[in-house]
């Protein structure tokens, strides 16, 4: 007869091995910045359901902004405390470096999420009113032509962004790293089908973002299984040791670190994982192009420094000739390709591409002086790229943006203060001495060039002198070429009446006016005294795993 349950159930329990279960280390003053950010993400989601319309705009730029603010100080707080940590079950790293990862992307996300919030260059907002509204519809015509307020749901979805984005370099292990690749992106999925005008554009380029992500992402999974598959582990540190002892099979570690590394690599637009970058750049909202040209780059970059150092570095002198490849073909893609450009937004995209290629030397030094100039570079280049595409905002034409080169042509001589600033980020970007973007090369290539990659730093340089070509062909542009239509800002000859067709600049919003301001100081700043700041974005080396 067999026993009751009741009989045999403590039989059971008492038999069973009793070791408790430790609980996870986890110290939240390290990880505070990113508490900060997803809190005020999930509070904005709330903001949305529990207030009126008409003040979700208000209460979103408030809380996105005092969000960024508050994480920026706290990673100041914990960096000059030095206060250290491998916390959450040894998944989160919280060093020395990651603190300056942290600083240089949340100083990034500031004038992005001030350029979000504009209502003025584009009245309404830059974001569509009503996503659900079908395009073409009179509920949709209706709320683009007077103006309707932008949709608020793009505040949280940017702070889940810049959360994910946190947590992405400050990874330890695989899991981990995919878990915040797939929380920063998926909202840049949605950001970039809500701009207001060309919605169609603006959400066939989600849907290319989204596919191809999401096609990387796989592959990046399986990467990652591959190398658990080798190591046993998905712990950086473990891995690393893995490979010192050689005990696995070569073909699941290659197999997986080139899966591994070929998904970062297209975060971060490197050629030639970058199909996505032009189309993307063009389509999405020009706010979420910024954002993503400036803070995703960090983000990705940072993760790449601490993968290729801690992960593998025990295999430096392998992945190193492969890298040196891609920057090549990033250098190259980039440069040619850019001259063939007729549009500013595509010009501007594969600008990110070649630079892309110039931030790998930094990080193919693996060294201390490597990892801080890859840092400062990004400072540097995500400051002018946010303000060019500000500058981008208030130069219109018709209804929409002035997209064409052609549009650009005397632009002195409709706003000589404008023209003078965006020559200046363009001159940033084509390394001219005196400007950030000078510094940001000069630190890269000097750290490349000490860890013997002199011949790249050659290709470089030749890479280099090609972008300036297309940069300079802009400024000739705005300074030499007649003024497209007519010279002023009120309509031209060629206008239709009722109709503007010419182009024309706009007086920019407050919001706007504070970034094209602040990224015009920082460029002239790091590139006449860069000493303090550099000091500041020193990375120590090695990173805690």
Known sequence: MTAPLTTVLPQLLAAAPNDPIPAPSVDLTAVLPVLIVLGAACLGVLFEAALPRGKRYGAQVVLSVAAVVAAGAFTVAGGVRGHYAVTFAGSVAVDAGTYVMWGVLLVLALPSVLLMADRVSEPGGAFVAQAAARIGSARDRAQTQVATPMQTEVFPLTLFAIGGMLVFPAASDLLTLFVALEVLSLPLYLLCGLARRRRLLSQEAAVKYFLLGAFTSALLLYGIALLYGYAGTISFSGIAAAISAGSGSDTLLLSGIALLVVGLLFKASVGPFHLWTPDVYQGAPTPVTAFMAACTKVAAFAAMLRVLTVAIGPMTWTVRPVLAVVAVASMLIGAVLGITQTGMKRVLAYSSVAHAGFI??????????????????????????????????????????????????????????????????????????????????????????????????????????????????????????????????????????????????????????????????????????????????????????
Do not use: Q
């Not at 950030?436 to 090369?441: A, C, D, E, L, V």
């Open 360 to 545: 790998i030397l930094g990080v193919m030094a693996m060294s201390e002086r490597g990892a801080s100039g890859t840092m400062f570079y990004l400072l540097t280049y995500g400051f002018a790229t946010v303000g060019a595409f500000a500058i981008f905002t208030v130069v219109r034409k018709g209804n929409g943006e002035a997209s064409s080169l052609a549009d650009w042509a005397g632009l002195a001589k409709r706003s000589p203060v404008l023209a003078a600033v965006m020559s200046l980020f363009l001159l940033s970007f084509a390394g001219i001495p005196l400007t950030s973007g000078f510094i940001g090369k000069l630190s890269v290539f000097t750290a490349a060039g000490g860890a013997g990659l002199g011949w790249l730093v050659v290709v470089a340089m030749f890479a280099t002198v090609i972008t300036a070509f297309f940069y300079l062909k802009v400024v000739v542009l705005m300074y030499f070429s007649p003024p497209s239509g007519s010279a002023g800002s009120v309509g031209g000859v060629d206008d239709l009446p009722g109709e503007r067709t010419s182009p024309y600049v706009v007086v920019p919003g407050p919001l706007t006016a504070i970034v094209i301001g602040l990224s015009a100081l920082v460029t002239l700043v790091l590139g006449i005294a860069p000493g303090w700041f550099l000091d500041v974005l020193a990375v120590p080396l090695p990173f805690s795993g």
